[in-house]
Structure formats: C-alpha cells, structure tokens
C-alpha cells in the first residue's frame, strides 16, 4: 500500500489531520457485479457497514457513456456523515474505482480487502492519502 502525506498543519509539534482518502483501482473484475446496478448498491451500504461509516441518504448509482465503449459503465455516489464513497466501473476494461473520503478514521486495509473480494478482482492497486 503507497500512503502519501499531504502538507498537513502543525500546531504546537503535532501535525492535524483533517482525513483519509483510500484510492481503490481494481482490475479484472467479474463483469457480471460490475455491471449490476443492484450489486453496486449492496457494495454501496456493505462498505459503509463495514467502516462503521454513517450513511447520508441514499446512494446515486447511475449508469453513463452510452455509444462509447471507453466510458460506458456505472456511477456511484454515497454521501457519508463524514464524507462520501463514490465508484466508477468501466465494462470495456472491466475495472472498478473506488474513493473512500472520511474525517472519521477507518480501517483501510479492511475496506481494501472486502472491495476486492466483493468486485472478485484478480489485481488491486490502492493509495491512502492523509489529509
């Protein structure tokens, strides 16, 4: 896992954090979850379970690029009390891409390993952003 860390401020020696971001690319996903809006929406409230993440509303899953094979493939957007997950999932390259943004700390390594056993991806790359 690559972490980065932003300029964060200091105040009296300790740096503040504001967030995590958790970037999510996933590769060789099975086509059948990805291209399935109702299983993108299971993902959707099984993550935000998982991460102890309060959910702000109902999630927005909407599918977009028709005609172009490049961009073809659903959208999703499930704001959080503490920020929002989104998706976006190409059906021509059969790829997820997942950003997970919250105040509220959560586990990173567990929101890596549940979404590439839920996408049943064969190869993930995944970037944590501190904020």
Same mark, same amino acid.
């Not at 704001?79 to 586990?107: R, T, Y």
């Given at each position: 896992m690559i972490v980065i860390h932003e300029t964060n401020q200091i105040s009296n020696g300790v740096k503040k954090i504001y967030g995590k971001e958790l970037i999510l690319d996933l590769f060789e996903c099975d086509p059948k979850i990805i291209r399935s809006k109702k299983k993108i929406l299971e993902y959707s409230n099984k993550i935000?379970?998982?991460? =102890?993440?309060k959910k702000y509303g109902k999630p927005i899953c909407e599918?977009?690029?028709?005609?172009?094979?490049?961009?073809?493939?659903? &959208?999703?957007?499930?704001?959080?009390?503490?920020?929002?997950? &989104?998706?976006?999932?190409?059906?021509?390259?059969?790829?997820?891409?997942?950003?997970?943004?919250?105040?509220?700390?959560?586990?990173?390594?567990?929101?890596?390993?549940?979404? =590439? =056993?839920?996408?049943?991806? =064969?190869?993930?790359?995944?970037?944590?952003?501190?904020?």
């Amino acid at each position: 896992m690559i972490v980065i860390h932003e300029t964060n401020q200091i105040s009296n020696g300790v740096k503040k954090i504001y967030g995590k971001e958790l970037i999510l690319d996933l590769f060789e996903c099975d086509p059948k979850i990805i291209r399935s809006k109702k299983k993108i929406l299971e993902y959707s409230n099984k993550i935000c379970n998982l991460i =102890k993440m309060k959910k702000y509303g109902k999630p927005i899953c909407e599918r977009f690029g028709f005609g172009k094979d490049l961009t073809a493939g659903f &959208s999703l957007v499930q704001l959080i009390e503490s920020s929002l997950v &989104s998706g976006h999932f190409s059906e021509l390259w059969n790829q997820a891409f997942i950003d997970i943004f919250s105040c509220k700390l959560f586990d990173e390594k567990m929101a890596t390993n549940f979404t =590439k =056993k839920f996408f049943k991806a =064969k190869k993930i790359k995944n970037r944590v952003l501190i904020r």
